[in-house]
């Protein structure tokens, strides 16, 4: 039960001391400063590569056989590929590719699987749940990359499906999660009494229920990003996601692998680039549910 | 009587049978008083409070609130009777969401019964609940739950009641939770309120030394029955049920004055039976030194014995 | 009654205890210097309100207290030797063969993954030290010690699991066992707390009567001003870390002296009526920042001068009472 004088609640609003109390809890763990650092740079590089690569054209169409398969240099700092191009430009335009796809995989998924979690478990046991959850569990049943290699055998492969079966198999989850959260929620006192003094289902349901589920919630985004680039960087292996010459991660893993092990930097810097952005959402979301979690 | 009650049943269908949480209760409530109702666990207190604020459905009976029938749930009543009739519920720490402000909390009410009022009107009537309840506004109004201490918690819940301009509250053992000195400022709190605002309490509790304090008539459940109900003096004074005089005669007490007037003939013996499967006739017989035949083939009437005074026995209702 | 001759050396004398207790936000100075001591055979209640620092006392006895608990100074003398300077082992031994304690909760005391009857040979047979012990006469032990506590077929007890009882079987096995295993001191810690009414007079009685038929010493702790009232001879008060009252049971809760025992006793309901007071104006003291004196200051309406300067030692009143108030230190 903390006791905070007066002077600190007085001058700001309760929400901005709040975020703060969980700043600082987040900043005590030096892993998640780490984490949020690592995700931060991801961010500024998926932003703007054409800023920060040294050879930003290598990221189109390129060749140059003569500086092709070159082992690290002071020149080219991971190498190059096949065709001569800079692995380090590729790569950081590859952020940016990984990037875009979890940002509207989840941005796609999440706000749907959420609403849907929340009304059914609302609405828990009634004909609303069934039909909502079991369309759900259905979607789960099928394991992630099945559904999305269908998905893509039957579209043509390019970004735009890969992210739609992406998609279409991420969002139950979601459901899922908030489903649980719900059903629990809805029995605590806090809840109860909203409803004895007339609020609004949709009151109730996203001003009382849904704030609490959001530690969890924002836990899961966060992880789902090295998630969602994983599931992504495996179909670009398989060839259904990007296709060249846009540098996808993936892609290069898989381009790269033919090169193994004598040209084995064509094939490990992408790999370690996937290792790195998923690591450091994994760390970020780690540490945001320790900071909420602390209470 | 502001609240009424009539052969109230509340049955729960579970597993492994059926619960019968309040199995044929009646009683009122009159406008302005405190009524007490009193029993251990699986007596149904806490869950007539549920049914009567609208959680439940009853299974059968009728609550009449202010001569309008009301037996339904919450999703079927009337926007008005939400602003009427408010809860404070046993633990303080989860009766308030904890992503919202004490401001929030109390405003709420205001949001949903008073849509004419601005949100400069809501915020001085909430500063000016706090105030009456005993709580700064400077200093709460922008704390969150956390930052509150259980005692403090309870007040802000009791403030959310108020600000509805309620008729009708219950109580569900509002300061179980909470330490001696704590709970006499709750109280104290209460029954200001209810002198300044004319409230109508239904105040839930086990704790009997409390409610001989607090309420202006006692009833007593047993498994889902009501065996008593008297004017609060009476109740204490003359208590007529072999129940009651085993369930006073356990309570702990501070002085030789209280001690002279527990009963002293009925220990406590035995445990509370399962309300899935309570004995026969009367439910209390397989604890009571004063039970005969009939008490396990026959159910004993509710029937008034005095003045006011009512009890479920067959020592005292000849003709039941 | 104890003799003369065992008075020589209490039992159990807990002299100017401190604990701290280290969190992130700073270091919670929660026992201010406890005193207190219990003779042999006596029955001691210690009442207070939540976060006073009772249950953290009797941690510190006996030496279960967290990993972020500091022991910053005093003595806890059992026969006259300092047990925090007895080593881990030797602690061990007088721990489990001469002392019980029963704790608030008689769910988390048992191990739900084990029948009772097994869970219990294995801490009888601890208890009773080194040696080989017959599992039947163990089983027989314990199944008598259930008829004591009134346990309705204790038998069938002995092989269920501790969800197949009720709240008050188990306690009742909780209670079994620490009159099985405690041979000179139990601590019954709320032991009665998450009862019903009924049921609790029933456990009360039941451990008046088992206790005084074997001459134990008991510690009760309780929140619950009457609940110690049929048990123990002698009461202390506690406040925010510190023994502000102690007196004969009787004598206290008709003449209390201390200001907080005064107004922690007006807020108390009575079963005859009467009302009750406001309860006590103030908080509960912050143990980052606790008042510098008598802990109590802040809110006491007779605080003098010297109040929030000295903390008042332990001062004699009529009939052996003890208070920690400056009001009472001329006498």
């Not at chain 3, 009797?58 to 026969?79: H, T």
């Amino acid at each position: 039960m903390a006791r905070l004088s007066l002077l600190t609640i007085d001058k700001e609003s309760p929400r901005w001391r709040s975020l703060r109390r969980s700043w600082y809890r987040f900043r005590r763990n030096p892993l998640s400063l780490m984490g949020l650092a690592i995700v931060v740079i991801t961010i500024v590089i998926a932003v703007a590569p054409e800023y920060l690569a040294p050879y930003p054209d290598h990221a189109g169409y390129y060749i140059n056989f003569k500086e092709a398969k070159q082992p690290p240099s002071m020149k080219h700092p991971f190498g190059t590929d096949e065709y001569g191009r800079d692995i380090l430009s590729r790569v950081m335009f590859g952020f940016r590719f990984s990037m875009t796809l979890a940002v509207v995989v989840l941005s796609l998924t999440a706000p749907t699987g959420i609403l849907l979690g929340l009304i059914a478990g609302y609405h828990e046991k009634t004909w609303i749940d069934a039909v909502i959850m079991r369309v759900a569990d259905m979607f789960i049943a099928v394991p992630p990359l099945v559904l999305a290699l269908s998905i893509c055998s039957i579209l043509p492969p390019n970004i735009m499906n890969a992210m739609i079966a992406v998609s279409l198999m991420w969002w139950p989850w979601y459901t899922r999660l908030v489903y649980n959260t719900t059903v629990s929620l809805k029995n605590e006192y806090f809840v109860q009494a909203a409803e004895i003094m007339g609020a609004s289902k949709f009151h109730i349901m996203f001003r009382e229920i849904l704030p609490n589920a959001l530690g969890p919630i924002l836990t899961k985004l966060t992880l789902d990003v090295g998630w969602v680039i994983l599931i992504g960087a495996s179909l670009s292996f398989v060839g259904l996601g990007a296709q060249p010459p846009t540098p996808d991660l993936g892609t290069m893993v898989s381009e790269g692998s033919k090169y193994m092990p004598e040209y084995w930097w064509i094939s490990i810097f992408p790999a370690m680039a996937i290792s790195f952005i998923i690591l450091g959402f994994n760390l970020l979301g780690d540490g945001i549910k320790d900071a909420l979690s602390g209470g | 009587m502001i609240l009424e009650v009539e052969n109230l049943k509340k049955y729960f269908e579970v597993s492994l049978g059926t619960v019968r949480a309040i199995d044929d209760i009646s009683f009122g409530v009159e406008e302005g008083e405190t009524f007490g109702l009193v029993g251990e666990s699986g007596s149904g207190k806490s869950t007539t409070g549920h049914v009567i604020v609208g959680i439940y459905k009853p299974t059968s009976g009728k609550i009449l609130y202010k001569g309008e029938d009301i037996s339904v749930p919450l999703k079927k009543r009337p926007i008005m009777l939400k602003k009427e009739i408010q809860m404070v519920f046993q633990d303080p720490r989860s009766s308030l969401n904890p992503m919202q402000t004490v401001r929030d909390i109390v405003e709420l009410p205001m949001r949903i019964h008073m849509k004419h009022m601005s949100s400069r009107d809501r915020e001085a009537k909430v500063k000016r609940i706090l105030e009456e309840v005993g709580l700064p506004p400077e200093d709460f109004m922008n704390r969150f739950p956390r930052e509150l201490g259980g005692g403090e918690s309870q007040l802000v819940a009791i403030a959310r009641a108020l600000a509805s301009e309620p008729s009708f509250i219950v109580l569900d053992e509002p300061t179980s939770a909470l330490d001696v000195s704590i709970q006499a400022k709750i109280i104290s709190v209460l029954l200001k309120l209810q002198r300044e605002y004319n409230l109508s309490y239904l105040f839930i509790t086990h704790d009997l030394s409390l409610v001989r304090n607090v309420s202006r008539r006692v009833a007593i459940m047993y498994l889902g029955k009501i065996y008593e109900l008297a004017p609060t003096e009476r109740f204490f004074v003359n208590p007529l049920h072999p129940y009651t005089k085993m369930l006073l005669s356990s309570v702990p007490v501070l002085t030789e004055d209280e001690e002279r007037l527990k009963p002293k003939e009925i220990r406590s013996t035995g445990e509370i039976p399962s309300p899935m499967n309570p004995p026969s006739g009367c439910r209390f017989r397989t604890r009571c030194p004063l039970a005969y035949e009939r008490c396990s083939e026959v159910e004993p009437k509710f029937a008034e014995v005095e003045d006011g005074h009512y009890v479920a026995c067959h020592l005292y209702n000849s003709q039941s | 009654m104890p003799s003369r001759e065992d008075e020589r050396v209490p039992l159990l004398e807990v002299r100017n205890l401190k604990v701290s207790y280290k969190t992130y936000r700073g270091i919670l100075k929660v026992l201010d210097g406890v005193n207190f001591e219990i003779e042999k055979g006596e029955k001691v209640g210690i009442i207070g309100e939540s976060g006073c620092g009772k249950t953290t006392t009797m941690k510190a006895i006996m030496r279960i207290l967290p990993s972020n608990a500091i022991v910053e100074g005093g003595e806890i003398l059992y026969n006259g030797t300092d047990i925090l300077k007895m080593s881990e082992s030797e602690f061990n031994k007088i721990r489990r063969e001469r002392f019980a304690m029963i704790f608030q909760d008689p769910t988390a005391a048992l191990n739900p993954v084990f029948k009772v009857g097994e869970q219990l040979m294995d801490i009888l047979r601890y208890s009773k030290g080194t040696g080989k012990y017959d599992e039947d006469d163990l089983k027989e032990e314990i199944i008598g010690a259930f008829r004591e506590v009134m346990l309705p077929d204790p038998e069938r007890v002995f092989d269920s699991y501790p969800f197949q009882l009720s709240g008050g079987m188990r306690q009742r096995v909780c209670i079994a066992l620490a009159l099985l295993t405690a041979k000179e001191l139990l601590i019954a810690d709320e032991p009665t707390t998450n009862l019903d009414v009924t049921i609790q007079d029933q456990i009360l009685r039941l451990i008046k009567d088992l206790v005084s038929r074997r001459d134990l010493s008991v510690i009760l702790i309780s929140h619950a001003l009457g609940a110690v009232r049929g048990l123990v001879d002698r009461v202390y008060v506690m406040y925010a870390g510190t023994m502000v009252e102690s007196n004969e049971v009787n004598e206290l809760f008709r003449s209390p002296k201390h200001p907080y025992t005064r107004a922690l006793l007006s807020s108390a309901p009575r079963l005859t009526g009467g009302g009750i007071s406001q309860g006590i104006p103030g908080n509960v003291p912050d143990y980052l920042n606790p008042p510098s004196g008598c802990r109590f200051h802040p809110r006491c309406e007779s605080k003098k001068f010297i109040c929030d300067i000295e903390p008042p030692g332990f001062f004699s009143v009529e009939k052996g009472g003890k208070v920690a108030c400056f009001l009472y230190a001329e006498r």
